[in-house]
């Protein structure tokens, strides 16, 4: 989808983005308000919404509900995993942030789903979407305390 186009290019763009806040030594509050958390947050918003994109691209589709089912639950947790790998090797909480608070949003907005998914199915993937963003939290905490213990 061109979401994950644009989540790739923002991931190499944030990437040089952060390298030249980090490089420019003591940046100020404004200038990593101003630079670096815009860039952050619409990374982590572009990776949420191309995993999406992708599961209503296979909702369409004539593939089997099974696959459907395990193919959005692994992108709630591929989406943790990406964005907490983007937040550990930048020291930035703010992807895992956004993961978390995109995940959640998941695991809350599937009721135009009661009826037509299984109760069964439709709990797994709320339930993992949930869980996913917990972990992203988790992520995001400890990102943030870690410059500090270190």
């Known amino acids: 989808s061109l979401l994950t186009f644009a989540a790739a290019g923002q991931f ?9 806040v980090f490089s420019a ?15 952050s947050l619409h ?11 992708w599961n209503s691209f296979l909702s369409q589709s004539k593939v089997e509900d099974g696959v459907r ?3 959005a639950i692994a992108t709630s947790y591929a989406a943790w995993a990406l964005l907490g790998l ?3 090797s930048r020291s930035d909480p703010l992807p895992s942030l956004t993961a978390s ?3 959640w949003a998941v695991s809350k907005g599937h009721s ?3 009826g037509v998914v299984d109760d069964l199915a439709l709990a797994a993937l709320n339930n993992s979407a949930a869980l996913a963003a917990l972990l992203s939290l988790l992520t ?8 500090a213990v270190l």
């Open 86 to 88: 983007v937040s550990v």
């Open 101 to 103: 608070w995109a995940l």
């Open 140 to 147: 995001a905490a400890c990102v943030a305390v870690a410059p």
């Open 12 to 20: 190499f763009a944030s990437q040089f983005v952060s390298a030249a």
């Open 43 to 53: 990374f982590g918003w572009l990776v949420a919404a191309a995993s999406l994109s």
């Open 112 to 114: 135009v789903l009661k």
């Open 25 to 39: 030594g003591d940046i100020t509050l404004w200038g990593k308000i101003v630079c670096w958390v815009p860039m």
């Open 69 to 71: 089912l395990t193919v």
